[in-house]
């Protein structure tokens, strides 16, 4: 099974600063790395797909690179209504698992 | 627009059978497109993928829950249901359905895009 390491649990920010959260795979997934926003009581939203692509109507100030087994997750400058818990995702022969989750607050 | 709906008893006892359906509207389950899938959290932790369905009934099940998952499709009513059998009180969750982009490279790959709002399912006597 492939194992998902995400860092840190949990960030506190400032207004305005860049954050930046990564996720380790336990082996090389290629490009198959997804990333979920979640604020409370809600749904998970997906905000990037296949390690760097936009979902569609999610701001720019969101963004993701990485391939292989280390990814990058950055919100160039955040934001009150960024607030919430983020999650990545990778996808082993159609089974899927999720990182612990990074928690954002703000300052 | 795209809706998925959870259904189900919230409340279900020890070693019984937790069963949820999920209708989808606004879009056909018999979409080649995609898969169609379960996800839970329980309160106060993180996500876990519990399984997919395609429409034709092949399924992807997560290997942590062993035998006790049977995730379900019924293209007429567009709707797919699970059954966790066995339950305890660590299955106590809130459980999205989600539908799976589906697309193949070098081999099957999806991921999950529009969610259910969930349900939360307590296990207790």
């Known amino acids: 099974d492939i194992q998902m390491t995400q860092s840190p649990s949990s960030l506190s920010a400032s207004v305005g600063d860049r954050v930046t959260i990564t996720c380790q795979a336990s082996q090389d997934i290629s490009n198959y790395l997804n990333w979920y926003q979640q604020k409370p009581g809600k749904a998970p939203k997906l905000l990037i797909y296949d390690a760097s692509n936009l979902e569609t109507g999610v701001p720019s100030r969101f963004s993701g690179s990485g391939s292989g087994t280390d990814f990058t997750f950055t919100i160039s400058s955040l934001q009150p209504e960024d607030i919430g818990t983020y999650y990545c995702?990778?996808?082993?022969?159609?089974?899927?698992?999720f990182g612990g989750g990074t928690k954002v607050e703000i300052k | 627009q795209l809706q998925l709906q959870e259904s189900g008893p919230g409340l279900v006892k020890p070693s019984e059978t937790l069963s949820l359906t999920c209708t989808v509207s606004?879009?056909?389950?018999?979409?080649?497109?995609?898969?169609w899938g379960w996800i839970r959290q329980p309160p106060g932790k993180g996500l876990e993928w519990i399984g997919s369905?395609?429409?034709?009934?092949?399924?992807y099940n997560n290997p942590s829950l062993k035998s006790r998952v049977t995730i379900s499709v019924d293209t007429s009513k567009n709707q797919f249901s699970l059954k966790l059998s066995s339950v305890t009180a660590a299955d106590t969750a809130v459980y999205y359905c989600?539908?799976?982009?589906?697309?193949?490279?070098?081999?099957?790959?999806?991921?999950?895009?529009?969610w259910g709002q969930g349900t939360l399912v307590t296990v207790s006597s």
């Open positions: 989600a539908r799976h982009v589906y697309y193949y490279d070098t081999s099957g790959y999806y991921y999950p895009d529009y």
């Open positions: 369905i395609y429409y034709s009934g092949s399924t």
């Open positions: 606004g879009g056909s389950i018999s979409s080649s497109s995609y898969y």
């Open positions: 995702q990778q996808d082993d022969n159609l089974r899927l698992t």
